[in-house]
């Protein structure tokens, strides 16, 4: 019988119920119980694939693609997935499948496409029932594909939304239908910290709760997200106002690295209390907690420090590139050594170009992914003063492009190449549109998407990252580097160092005399505290050696 543990939040967005949901999981993996996560969404986009980082944060690809097929003959590809999901992966170590994330626009999509089709002959299709049965089904579809002990559900948003009313309405059923011992209730909310007095203050969460209590809904666990660790005083009020036991209000405070967030809440009893609600027998494995316990004192305790520039167009917001933030931190935690990421927004060099010359300040530079026209000159002026500079760099997937079409004006002598998504008229379309997208009629969910087989070149730089001439990594992308244009690019010190096994598209390149790579793949999506990313593992040791070169010369 899988249990269900369900994640609200309130107060406002972005306190961070991803990483409490993951932590959920985490207590429950101390204690050997199999764990899978869930993600609801409350927007009408089908999935996240078309939304703009800097609203939303990162797109994150999970390794299968899931034919979403809401009627018969009607069937949408879905890889494309909310950032919590890579929240999940990194703290479980569990890849999660698409079909885990829902989104109101898939529920929608199917109630209206099941009246079209005649399912509701005769009814009036209504919130109550369709809409939720529809998002009931899907949560218990989703949880026996794999059939886990505990199926944890991160509901997104927060309470007195009313795009979320229909999915506390499905779990206030659920909770009914379902056995008494089978789910728990956690709500997550802020309780900030006034200065001025000395004080946390409850009211936000006390007005959350009766928000909550509304719907039919009383929680039976709040977690208090603040600076500060709460005080006993401030668990009794939440306690007494709130209607839950005072050993069930839990502190959610500030810390070194999300990574201890676990430890936190297993020292307050919450694994604990989380058996005691589900009817589990609680048997914490010493051993496990011990094992994460030292992970998590390498982020804490790093020997030295190093800077990259994060030079891109979503810099606003750094969620942007979430899964890039991480996998650098797993790198360096395992070198000991503490990454500090400085975010770059790349117009400020198209204003600008003398202000390229910060990027010296910096250990080394890695250009990140995105998409269109806004921003893309400054990222290839970075590129071309990290080839003139030697600066040990990484391009990620348009990162990469961007750093062929910097090749390519640099050392081919084509001062018109760009990328036909940039400039379609360019006399030189050194990145293009792969054959296959050019038939493509819809934009959502139609990118070359989620893990393909990689050809890896011996003897590249590459090769020794990852140690092996075959690979297995994640997609996102339409464009992609010429080849006819990449042969050229050989005779001139560029080496392509991977290709896709299936199609034969250039996956890797990189110069022969620096540590200069790009990879058109993701590979921090599959990069993890206790498992770096190979490349980004490569990355940071060339930093570090450049960096111990540089002191001895000094």
């Known amino acids: 019988m899988v249990k269900y543990v369900f994640v609200t939040g309130g107060v406002l967005s972005g306190i961070g119920k991803g990483v409490v949901t993951a932590s959920i999981g985490k207590l429950f993996q101390f204690r050997g119980f199999t764990v899978d996560a869930m993600k609801i969404d409350p927007y009408l986009n089908v999935d996240p694939g078309t939304l703009n980082p800097i609203e939303h944060g990162e797109v994150f ?39 885990n994330n829902i989104t109101s626009g898939q529920i929608y999509l199917t109630v209206v496409l099941k009246e079209r089709f005649g399912e509701y002959l005769g009814k009036t299709v209504q919130v109550i029932p369709h809409v939720t049965n529809e998002i009931k089904k899907r949560i218990v579809e989703a949880s026996f594909r794999r059939s886990p002990d505990v199926f944890v559900v991160e509901v ?13 309405e499905a779990i206030r059923q659920l909770r009914l239908e379902l056995e008494k011992d089978q789910t728990v209730l956690v709500h997550v909310t802020l309780i900030p910290y006034l200065g001025t007095v000395g004080q946390h203050k409850t009211k936000p ?91 998590v004192e390498r982020f804490k305790n790093p020997r030295d420090s190093i ?15 979430i899964s890039i933030n991480e996998a650098l931190k797993h790198a360096g935690a395992y070198f000991n050594v503490k990454v500090r990421l400085n975010f770059i927004e790349s117009e400020e060099f198209e204003v600008n170009p003398g202000k390229l010359s910060i990027l010296d300040r910096y250990d080394g530079m890695l250009l990140t992914p995105g998409f269109g026209v806004r921003g893309v000159e400054g990222m290839i002026m970075s590129a071309q003063y990290a080839l003139r500079r030697r600066i040990p760099f990484l391009g990620i997937c348009f990162g990469a492009q961007l750093m062929f079409i910097a090749f ?29 997208q050019k038939k493509a009629k819809i934009i959502g969910g139609t990118m070359k998407l989620s893990a393909r087989k990689i050809k890896v070149v011996e003897d590249t730089k590459l090769y020794r990252a990852y140690g092996s001439s075959e690979i297995i990594e994640r997609f996102r992308h339409r464009y992609h580097i010429v080849p006819s244009y990449a042969k050229i690019a050989e005779e001139k010190g560029l080496v392509i160092s ?21 990879v058109q793949f993701h590979p921090e999506f599959k990069s993890r505290p206790n498992k770096p990313s190979p490349i980004y593992l490569a990355f940071i040791r060339n930093i570090l050696e450049n960096k111990k070169k540089s002191n001895n010369k000094t």
Not at 158 to 164: C, H
Not at 253 to 272: A, C, R, S
Not at 309 to 320: E, F, N, P
Request: hydrophobic fraction near 35%.
């Open 61 to 99: 690809v999970c390794e299968e693609v899931w034919r979403f097929q809401p009627v018969p003959g009607q069937v949408f590809n879905i890889a494309e997935v909310d950032q919590d999901f890579g929240t999940y992966e990194r703290f479980l170590d569990v890849d999660m499948h698409p079909q």
């Open 156 to 168: 997104g948003g927060t309470v007195g939304d009313i795009e979320t009313m229909p999915y506390l």
């Open 205 to 295: 969460t006390q007005h959350s709760v009766k928000a909550l209590q509304s719907m039919g809904l009383q929680p039976d666990i709040i977690i208090g997200r603040s600076d500060k660790l709460l005080t006993e005083d401030v668990k009794e009020k939440i306690s007494l106002f709130c209607n839950v036991p005072k050993k069930a209000v839990i502190s959610d405070p500030d810390l070194e690295t999300i990574y201890d967030l676990p430890l936190v809440f297993e020292e307050q009893g919450l694994g604990e209390l989380l058996c005691k609600l589900l009817n589990l027998k609680d048997n914490v494995n010493c051993e496990r907690v011990d094992e994460w316990r030292k992970l």
């Open 307 to 321: 800077d990259i520039a994060m030079v891109g167009k979503y810099c606003q917001i750094t969620d942007s590139y």
């Open 408 to 436: 390519a004006r640099e050392y081919l002598g084509l001062k018109d190449a760009n990328s036909s998504e940039v400039k379609p008229d360019t006399a030189h379309p050194v990145v293009d549109l792969m054959e296959e």
């Open 498 to 518: 991977a290709y896709d096994v299936e199609d034969g598209s250039i996956c890797g390149i990189e110069l022969k005399d620096a540590w200069i790579i790009g």
